[in-house]
């Protein structure tokens, strides 16, 4: 971007001088503004602004509005004043109409220090885009008359526009949207999906922010003790049990917007930021949305999470059924951090601890661990105060004694002493 001002009504050639751009996105959208860098006037009428610090990303609709438009504020930043340097009273009286117009801009979304001088008219960036000079890389150029600096003033600037498909296909990944979302002001969802589940953590950090990357690739993948073999294993254990805090609102899927904001060299940026105008367009039972994310919670079709991790993300320790002995235990209405401290957590932490074991013959010289799933009818009968309980264990029926603390096979009436076993 460049501008001549020379009748732009500034104070002195030593102050120096910013653009604000406000870009309006139409009757049915939000206007953004962001503004550049100082520039340090040439000649006392020129200024040019450093492209590397001032590139201007402004994150709009899912497609270019017929009625959006661009102006151009050019604002005088610095306390020179050339003309009334000896005038203390006439400085204090600019000093405080300055500061009105810097209120002004502040109420129009506009806040910065720099003091409106002169603007452009609201230009058709439709009209931009297809009457600019063309420019490498999909940019048009086109200059803009300043309304207060005559007919030799102007500002010019390269302006592109990219739709959802090319900022999607910049991005290198094209997601399946679900649930349907309405767009206000938004360019790309980010949604959990199938494919999301087959992408590496990695590809996501690729996609926001590369140089999140050098962490992964130092402290993860450059460590000896890594192996992503065992990443879909099973843990190296005989028995599990998952305990899982259920049925607590819980942040699942993402609505994200292109990042409205000027790129700083050096300066790490997010790419996309949370879009707090999207919706859902059907009401989904068991789903809510509110700022750009959808929350899992009670009243669906299966439990929602903990407050922190998605139950589906809790789910996963089923892939392990076929190699470990599993169980899974729901608590509900118990958060993340909160499970530690439920009463209900405690009793299960004791039961999973507690061993039954049968003595394999009168003597009792040795003994065998009753399956997980019968440890765990046998801890509930206990529970409840019930005195006989009936069991199946490798196709042999088995009443329970809780009382005598003995066990009875029903078709040969052999009884054997069962105990239990605390590993607390």
């Known amino acids: 971007m460049k501008a001549r001002v020379a009748k732009c009504g500034l104070e002195s050639t030593r102050n120096r001088v910013m653009l604000t751009v406000s870009v309006s996105w139409g009757a049915k959208h939000d206007t953004d503004a962001l503004t550049t860098k100082t520039g340090e006037l040439i000649e006392g009428s020129e200024v040019a602004w450093d492209e590397a610090s001032n590139v201007l990303i402004f994150g709009g609709p899912p497609e270019l509005p017929s009625d959006a438009t661009v102006q151009f504020i050019i604002k005088e930043k610095g306390v020179h004043d050339d003309a009334d340097r000896d005038s203390v009273l006439k400085r204090l009286g600019k000093g405080i109409i300055a500061g009105g117009k810097v209120l002004g801009e502040a109420l129009r979304g506009r806040a910065t220090l720099g003091v409106p001088r002169a603007n452009t008219q609201a230009f058709s960036l439709r009209q931009a885009l297809e009457s600019g000079r063309?420019?490498?890389?999909?940019?048009?150029?086109?200059?803009?008359?300043?309304?207060?600096?005559?007919?030799?003033?102007?500002?010019?600037?390269?302006?592109?526009?990219?739709?959802?498909?090319?900022?999607?296909?910049?991005?290198?990944?094209?997601?399946?949207?679900?649930?349907?979302a309405v767009d206000k002001r938004m360019f790309l969802y980010v949604i959990i999906s199938d494919e999301m589940r087959s992408m590496k953590p990695w590809a996501y950090m690729n996609m926001e922010c590369p140089e999140v990357l050098k962490v992964v690739r130092k402290y993860y993948e450059a460590d000896d003790l890594c192996d992503k073999a065992m990443l879909d294993k099973p843990p190296p254990v005989r028995r599990i049990v998952a305990v899982h805090g259920v049925n607590v609102k819980t942040d699942t899927m993402y609505a994200l917007r292109v990042n409205t904001l000027r790129v700083k060299p050096m300066e790490l940026h997010s790419r996309f930021?949370?879009?707090?105008?999207?919706?859902?367009?059907?009401?989904?039972?068991?789903?809510?949305?509110?700022?750009?994310?959808?929350?899992?919670?009670?009243?669906?079709?299966?439990?929602?999470?903990?407050?922190?991790?998605?139950f589906d993300s809790m789910e996963y320790c089923r892939a392990w059924a076929g190699h470990v002995d599993l169980q899974v235990k729901y608590l509900d209405d118990v958060d993340h951090r909160g499970l530690l401290k439920d009463p209900g957590f405690h009793d299960l932490l004791r039961q999973a601890c507690r061993r039954w074991q049968a003595a394999k013959d009168s003597a009792c010289s040795d003994w065998w661990d009753f399956p997980a799933e019968v440890a765990g009818q046998l801890n509930a009968a206990r529970a409840e105060g019930r005195v006989l309980v009936n069991v199946k264990v490798r196709n042999y029926d088995y009443e329970i004694d809780l009382q005598k603390m003995v066990q009875r096979n029903l078709r040969t009436g052999t009884e054997r002493t069962v105990r239990i076993i605390d590993d607390m």
């Open 134 to 180: 063309r420019c490498p890389d999909g940019f048009s150029e086109i200059s803009l008359p300043i309304e207060k600096g005559g007919s030799s003033d102007f500002v010019t600037f390269q302006v592109r526009w990219m739709d959802f498909r090319a900022v999607r296909d910049t991005v290198g990944w094209a997601p399946r949207i679900w649930p349907p």
């Open 273 to 310: 930021v949370l879009d707090d105008q999207a919706e859902l367009v059907e009401s989904v039972p068991g789903l809510c949305m509110s700022g750009g994310m959808v929350y899992e919670q009670s009243g669906g079709s299966k439990y929602s999470g903990d407050g922190v991790v998605p």
